[in-house]
Every structure is written in structure tokens, then in C-alpha cells.
């Protein structure tokens, strides 16, 4: 079944979020009830009941092909009529005349086997119901409630009219109207009450989204004020003391020196702040970061659950396995299509133990093509192009040195970086079909060598 669905719109059942997942089932269970009615309502009472002769066999063949052409068209149109329900496309109004001709078809098929006699009274009943579900479905999304009710007693009434022509006792015509209201009805809350659901569902989705970018929003926004915070006045008496130094020094004044004295001792007072600003910034506090992981992935829609306490550890050991808290919520987020993920500190003998464990693991894409060959130089242009080239990387070697001495790396090699400066190990890798768990260990006394994993 799931090979099935893996293909079906060229996606893996896993690579599809919640909703699309709640959707996908949706449609499917749509599918099958029309035919589950159709076989257990129409074909099987057809089969047993009617008569042995050739007209009502042929009018009993006809019904079989009717029915099942209402049903191929129904699954046909579920998508499109979904889609129509939640406002991603528009459905024309002649896209359900197809469904309705099939269905006055099988109406005219069963009241001519009823006429004649061919069969019983239950299995007429039983016909017009089966008959109904495929357009219902389809029509309760198109249309609004009222709209559909309203034209359903219509619908009933005229069926209970054109049937108390075969069967003139009450208690017959008032089960024609009951099996009509019944396939109806059921057809509006199976496909309305469905697609609903899904469109709540989907405000949710979004609302998730925008929650996640929010968040990040005002994260930034905070570090933008902490360092308008920090410069602002920094930048401002530099600007004024700078000023004041080149008037001093056109007039040939001693004074510009000490004042550029002064500027110079701002601006590394100014650095420092700014050096304590990101510090503090990029100091990962443990606590902090088990309850930010799992607000954040909560509000992705992954079910997160955080076990253990971050207190009475050393900060460095707390900032080293904060990182590991972050970055392995970062690589849930980015890299998986997790619906659970567990957060474990637990202390031991010799030191604390942090499990991270999600269950959306999955193989990396396939490498990008190679970029085309470059277009023929000649060989001045070549040895000039070569030159720049080499001084232009000798430089961005130069600045990411810099940067990555400065930040520690990234990713699981710079969460190797980080344990090892608190003796810590690292171990990451696949676990069991589609778990991916990260196991950060420091101890907190003696030395240790950091290891990575990977499977």
C-alpha cells in the first residue's frame, strides 16, 4: 500500500508534511467509498436478484457499466472538487454534467427494472441509494449547504413520486425517500464534513509557519537592538570627538591628538561590546535551549518531549551541549520530515549524556550536475584571469579561516570543535528504518577524545 502511495504524484509518503498526508488519506477514502457502495449497494443485490431473462439482464448490464463509469468519473473529479472546496483552483459548473447524465441513466435503468418486476423491492431501494453517492460527493463540495439540502428534498420527493408508479404502497414510497435522504446525506457529511476538516487543518499548517517565522523575526530584532543598543552612542560621540579633532587640527591646535586618542580608545571599547554582545548572543545556555527546541518544534508540528535538567552543570559544559541542542533542531527542521523527536540529558558516574533522537531521517539528494566547461581563452587572458582568481580565493581562505576560528565551524564538525574543548564525544547516525540520534557525552572530570559516527 505504501509503495503505492510513494508513487502516486512521484512523492515519498514520508516527504509529505501532515496535512498533505490528512489530505492524501482523505482523497483515498473518498475513492474507495464510492466503489465500496457501488459493489455492496448496486452490483451484488443486482446480481442475486435480477431476473434470468434477456431484457432484464441487459437493462442489469447496463446499470453495472453505468454505475461503474459514475464511479471512474467521481474518483476523476474528487481532486478538482477538493481543490474547488479550499480555494486553490475554480471548478467550472458544466465539470459535474458528465456525473449527472450517468446518474439520470442509472435512475431510468433502475425504475425500468422496477417496472417490469425484475426485481425485489428491497434491492430497488438499495439501487437508488448506491446510485446517489458518486455525484454527492462531489456535489456537496461545489455548492453551498443549504443549496444542497434544499435541492436533495427536491430530489426526494420527485423519486418517491416516480417510484409510487411501481409500488404504490406507502411504506415503499416513504423507504424511497429514506434511502434518498440516507445517500445524500451521507454523501455531504463524508466529502463537506472531510473537506473541512482538511481546510481547518491547513489554517493550522500556515499558522504554524508563520509562528516559525515570527519567531525568527523577533529574534533578530532583539540582537538588532542589543547592538543599536550597544553602538548607537558609541558611534555617536565618535562622530562628534572626530569632528572635533579635524577642526582642532586645521587650526594647528595640539588638542586633535587627544582627541583622537579618545576616539581610538572608544572604538575598542565599542569592539569589545560588540565581541561581549555576540558572545552572549552565541553562548548556547542549556536550559534555554531545551525549551526553545521544543517550542520550536512544536510549532513546526513535530511532537517534541524533553527529559532532564540542565542544572548544576559547569557553563562551558552547558554552552557545549546547548549547541548540540541547536544544531541537531536545526537538522530536524531542515533536513527530515520528523513527527517525533525526544530530547534526553541524563547525568551519569563520570559525566552527562545528551540524546537526540527524531524520526525523520532521510538519504541525502543526489549530487547537482556539473556546471558546462568554460568558453576558450587565450593565453594572456588566461594567465590575468588565473592571477585574479588565485588572489581572490587566497583572501576568501583568508576571511573563512577567520570566521570559522571565530565561530567554531558548523554543522556536526562544529559540534566536534565544541565537545572538544570539554573533553566531550560525539556519536551520530541512523537508527533502526528512518531515526537519526545524536549522543553528545562530557564528562565532567578527566579527559576524553571526540568521535563522530556516522552510518
Not at 281 to 294: I, K, T
Request: net charge neutral.
Amino acid at each position: 500500500m505504501f509503495g503505492w502511495i510513494r508513487g502516486w504524484h512521484g512523492r515519498h509518503w514520508r516527504e509529505r508534511s501532515k496535512a498533505e498526508r490528512v489530505e492524501l488519506q482523505s482523497v483515498l477514502t473518498w475513492y474507495v467509498t464510492t466503489w465500496f457502495f457501488s459493489l455492496s449497494w448496486l452490483a451484488l443485490p443486482l446480481v442475486g436478484t435480477v431476473d434470468r431473462r434477456p431484457l432484464p439482464l441487459a437493462l442489469g448490464g447496463l446499470l453495472l457499466f453505468a454505475g461503474a463509469l459514475s464511479c471512474v468519473e467521481a474518483n476523476r473529479l474528487t481532486r478538482p472538487a477538493l481543490d474547488h472546496y479550499l480555494g486553490r483552483t475554480e471548478l467550472p459548473s458544466r465539470a459535474l454534467r458528465p456525473s449527472a447524465v450517468l446518474l439520470a441513466l442509472e435512475l431510468a435503468l433502475i425504475l425500468a427494472l422496477a417496472a417490469q418486476g425484475s426485481t425485489d423491492a428491497v434491492a430497488v431501494r438499495l439501487f437508488v441509494g448506491a446510485v446517489l453517492l458518486p455525484l454527492g460527493l462531489l456535489y456537496g463540495l461545489v455548492v453551498p449547504v443549504t443549496v444542497f439540502l434544499r435541492r436533495s428534498l427536491v430530489l426526494s420527493v420527485v423519486l418517491m413520486a416516480v417510484f409510487a408508479w411501481t409500488e404504490p404502497d406507502l411504506p415503499g414510497i416513504l423507504a424511497i425517500g429514506m434511502l434518498t435522504a440516507f445517500g445524500t446525506l451521507f454523501s455531504l457529511l463524508a466529502g463537506r464534513w472531510g473537506a473541512w476538516t482538511l481546510s481547518v487543518l491547513w489554517e493550522a499548517e500556515r499558522a504554524r509557519e508563520v509562528e516559525a517565522r515570527l519567531a525568527v523575526a523577533e529574534e533578530r530584532l532583539r540582537f538588532g537592538r542589543d547592538l543599536h543598543d550597544v553602538m548607537g552612542r558609541n558611534l555617536a560621540v565618535i562622530a562628534l570627538k572626530s569632528e572635533l579633532a579635524v577642526q582642532l587640527a586645521r587650526r594647528g591646535r595640539a588638542d586633535a591628538v587627544e582627541q583622537m586618542i579618545e576616539v581610538q580608545r572608544i572604538a575598542q571599547e565599542s569592539q569589545r561590546e560588540v565581541r561581549d554582545v555576540v558572545r552572549g548572543y552565541r553562548e548556547a545556555d542549556l536550559g534555554a535551549e531545551l525549551a526553545g527546541a521544543q517550542g520550536v518544534l512544536r510549532a513546526a508540528g513535530i511532537a517534541c518531549e524533553v527529559n532532564g535538567d540542565a542544572g548544576a552543570l559547569p557553563a562551558e559544559v552547558q554552552s557545549a551541549l546547548g549547541w548540540v541542542v541547536r544544531e541537531s533542531t536545526t537538522n530536524v527542521l531542515r533536513h527530515g520530515a520528523a513527527e517525533r523527536c525526544s530530547v534526553v540529558l541524563r547525568r551519569t558516574e563520570g559525566g552527562v549524556v545528551l540524546t537526540v533522537e527524531n524520526d525523520g531521517a532521510r538519504p541525502d539528494p543526489p549530487p547537482a550536475p556539473s556546471a558546462p566547461p568554460a568558453p576558450q581563452r587565450n593565453d594572456t587572458d588566461r594567465d590575468d584571469t588565473d592571477r585574479e582568481d588565485r588572489s581572490r580565493e587566497d583572501r576568501s581562505r583568508e576571511d573563512r579561516g577567520r570566521e570559522d576560528r571565530g565561530r567554531g565551524g558548523s554543522g556536526l564538525a562544529g559540534l566536534r570543535e565544541r565537545l572538544l574543548r570539554v573533553d566531550g564525544t560525539l556519536q551520530a547516525g541512523f537508527v533502526g528504518t528512518g531515526g537519526y540520534r545524536v549522543v553528545a557525552q562530557v564528562p565532567l572530570n578527566g579527559k576524553g577524545a571526540v568521535k563522530e559516527v556516522t552510518s
